[in-house]
């Protein structure tokens, strides 16, 4: 039996609606019900700190607010700008000149009803040092009627950046020395569209491979210079924006992360769900998605374990009188036991601090004030790792309004640390009543919307660089900044030389790497060859067959687009390479559908005669059956591995690509298709259980063939109506939580023709097929609601 803790609102099988809770309405005068959303039947919400023994929460001055900071050793802290010259900062991007771009979230909770939230005020402004002194002495508002920004990214031309529905793009110009707006355009109409506040798409990171990726979300995008071909995209990639500059295109990859989302010199991504620090993945973006019959959630890897060490307690976690959020008893009595906020995180590329602390894994806990470090480790199949400190983080402060929530690798070598510094951090959608009154009690609803701090981390006793103006240089003096020593420097130069298509490049890139015996300046150079579509057979070649296994796996990786004229050599080639190593097996399996070769299944068959235990193997194989997955099934479909056929009997058969929709009454369709629009939207499901309703890892589980949507229509309802409470099991997995799901029946945000319409929309799509000819009727609801009025607590598993 697996055992899975969920947290805050992503709780049980039917958690769809979390986000809707029991509102107080004034005008039908019921007393008794609460005036927060994040209410839920159930809770008892008591105080677990006595109010005399919480310490007060004042704003504090900036050197106040560092003498809080109780920094590791050998580290320093510093603070490079502060209020009145940024306000609510969420997320940062340096341009090549080292300015920094920030999005600035002016109207998010300037008191507990959040009142004017979708007011467009938010900003994004330029931050920059004119004195050459560290702090940023310069603030220039570039835009100022963002409606809630939280996405913000450099791209050759201009900046993308994101409002709480759509991504845009925005020219830079400048004019008589200041950078204005020149064209600015809807890139992509979707990019948040849908959900609430805390569950939009965000981050919007370039990574090696010259794509932008993006956290709670399952989409990713390229800037592709107009003098380049496309041969080189999947077929799966749409064109969606262009201008003078680039296409944009637009393509599926794996649903990841909740809040920020960073990667390692080899493009592996990393991101985190709130209750959970830095998770990695162990191969590379979009790994498992070549073959179209086949479907594989990827799977990313605790870095560490999940507690946190405050400085403070923390009595205002929007869920503190629940056993178990704080610590109980002893001397950290009250203080934050667990992530329960986990933000923007980040793997350290930086050239400031020491060797050994290079892929640091460090990530953000604003409810608890802190920022949490660990030593990345990496082992086969498996990345994991260790806390930095013992019972100890590398920044914690005890004030209450330090609220890191992003962390960027800067072009000094340092960290910088994006504070929000603001009282709540608990959007209204979600906020209880308990913790409302936390926030009254300290007055940590006064003053925001006024504040925001930024910060950097650095090594003791190790100079900072003076800045560098990148976009000063030409082509030629970029190519030796992708071996630069910092990050930043690396995926920089690249950008610039891939997105302005120097392949006049080339051939300097190509020694470049060819002279260096650094890892990562090889698999950087080889993208970036990648990118400027200049990649051949010899060059992989020499590289699969010299340097580090990394290298040698990118080289793998990157020969998946070689013409069809080489395959037949690279065969030969990754025959002799998966006898040496796992790794490298693993690799070769993921492209081995797309070689044109009759020897393409012999590799597979070979890759699970040496491998087929280790992990990722079975996966890897099938999905490099690519767009031959008829060919390499019919041949490999009776291999003697149990769990290997398995996997081939049900290709092709994809739930979240199957509905009973046409097989539905006139009504039925016409609930189903508002219930699809409601799972999207309104009722912001997806953001618990995924867009294609097969759960999110630590969030919400799946409702494929789920018992408590398929089997009893009535006991879903009743479960709809007055929610659920742990543990249950399903599919034979049983979940424990101590967490309640909601009901509705006192709710009025959904009415029961809109629970009739959800309802039906479950039983109906991603393969189950429960009313066939029929749908879930309103009558039903109003039926069970009449027959339930004396239900005032959620129901248990033993009570149906």
Request: negative net charge; charged residues 25%; contains cysteine.
């Amino acid at each position: 039996m697996k055992s899975r803790v969920s947290v805050l609102f992503c709780l049980l099988p039917l958690l769809l609606l979390s986000q809707a809770v029991m509102a107080f309405n004034q005008e039908n005068k019921v007393a008794e019900k609460s005036a927060f959303k994040g209410d839920r039947e159930g809770h008892v919400m008591k105080d677990p700190i006595d109010k005399k023994d919480i310490p007060p929460a004042p704003i504090l001055t900036v050197a106040q607010a560092l003498e809080s900071m109780h920094v590791a050793d050998g580290f320093v802290l510093e603070n490079i700008i502060s209020e009145p010259n940024i306000f609510n900062p969420v997320a940062l991007a340096f341009d090549p000149d080292g300015r920094i771009w920030v999005a600035e979230m002016t109207r998010f909770m300037p008191d507990i009803k959040g009142t004017g939230e979708e007011v467009p005020e938010g900003n994004i402004a330029i931050l920059e040092d004119t004195t050459g002194d560290g702090k940023l002495d310069t603030r220039t508002v570039f835009l100022n009627d963002v409606i809630l920004p939280r996405t913000i990214s450099i791209v050759e031309g201009g900046i993308f950046y994101a409002d709480h529905t759509q991504l845009y793009f925005t020219e830079v110009v400048e004019r008589d020395g200041v950078l204005v707006p020149g064209i600015r355009e809807v890139a992509d109409s979707e990019y948040a569209a849908g959900g609430n506040l805390e569950h939009k798409p965000n981050a919007m990171m370039y990574n090696i491979d010259n794509w932008y990726y993006n956290a709670k979300s399952s989409d990713r995008y390229k800037a592709v210079p107009m003098s380049h071909s496309t041969t080189s995209l999947p077929q799966s990639a749409k064109e969606i924006y262009r201008n003078k500059f680039w296409r944009l295109y637009k393509d599926k990859t794996d649903f990841r992360g909740q809040w920020g989302v960073t990667h390692d010199d080899f493009g592996r991504l990393y991101h985190n769900k709130n209750h959970e620090p830095i998770s990695g993945e162990y191969l590379l973006p979009g790994s498992l998605r070549t073959n179209p019959e086949f479907k594989a959630s990827p799977t990313a890897h605790l870095i560490g374990e999940k507690s946190v060490f405050p400085v403070r307690i923390n009595p205002g976690v929007n869920r503190a009188y629940i056993d178990g959020v704080l610590v109980g008893e002893g001397e950290n009595k009250g203080k934050l036991a667990n992530f329960t906020a986990a933000s923007g995180s980040l793997i350290y590329r930086g050239d400031n601090f020491p060797e050994d602390l290079y892929g640091l894994a460090l990530t953000p806990e604003p409810a608890g004030n802190l920022i949490s470090a660990r030593r990345l480790l990496e082992s086969e199949g498996q990345l994991s790792g260790v806390a930095l400190l013992d019972k100890a983080e590398i920044i914690a402060s005890t004030d209450e309004r330090f609220r890191p929530v992003n962390l960027h690798n800067a072009p000094d070598g340092s960290i910088y640390i994006v504070d929000f510094y603001h009282g709540i951090i608990q959007h209204k959608e979600f906020l209880t009543s308990y913790l409302g009154k936390q926030i009254k009690d300290r007055e940590l609803d006064q003053n925001n919307n006024s504040m925001g701090r930024l910060y950097r981390l650095r090594w003791n006793g190790k100079a900072l660089p003076q800045p560098q103006s990148l976009s000063l240089l030409s082509t030629d003096e970029l190519v030796p900044l992708l071996a630069h020593k910092n990050g930043w420097h690396r995926d920089t130069a690249r950008r610039l030389i891939v997105q302005t298509g120097a392949v006049e490049q080339a051939k300097a890139v190509l020694d470049l790497i060819k002279n260096s015996h650094d890892e990562r300046v090889i698999i950087n150079g080889l993208w970036t060859l990648n990118g400027l579509e200049r990649l051949n057979y010899e060059i992989l070649n020499h590289f699969m067959r010299s340097g580090t296994n990394k290298v040698k796996a990118s080289a793998i990786a990157l020969s998946a687009y070689l013409p069809q004229r080489y395959h037949s050599e690279l065969l030969k080639t990754l025959a002799e390479l998966i006898e040496t190593d796992y790794y490298l097996a693993l690799q070769a399996a993921l492209i081995s559908g797309k070689l044109a070769s009759k020897d393409s299944v012999w590799l597979s068959k070979k890759i699970l005669d040496l491998y087929a235990e280790k992990p990722y193997v079975l996966e890897a194989v099938v999905s490099g059956f690519a767009n031959n997955s008829k060919q390499f099934t019919a041949e490999l479909a009776q291999y003697p591995n149990a769990e290997f056929r398995y996997i081939v009997d049900n290709l092709g058969k994809d739930p979240s690509q199957r509905n009973n929709r046409n097989q539905l009454a006139t009504q039925g369709i016409t609930l189903y298709d508002q219930g699809k629009t409601l799972y999207n939207g309104k009722g912001a499901c997806s953001a618990c259980h995924g867009a294609d309703g097969n759960g999110i890892d630590g969030m919400g589980p799946t409702f494929w063939q789920s018992e408590w949507v398929i089997t009893d229509k009535q006991r879903l309802a009743k479960v709809l109506l007055h929610g659920l409470s742990g543990p249950i099991t399903v599919n034979g997995e049983q979940w424990k939580t101590n967490m309640v799901m909601p009901g509705y029946a006192n709710n009025p945000v959904i009415n029961d023709e809109e629970l009739a319409a959800i309802a039906t929309y479950l039983r109906n799509t991603w393969g189950n097929a429960a009313d066939i000819d029929g749908q879930v009727s309103v009558e039903l609801f109003k039926k069970v609601r009449e027959e339930t009025t004396g239900q005032t607590t959620p129901y248990q598993q033993d009570d149906f």
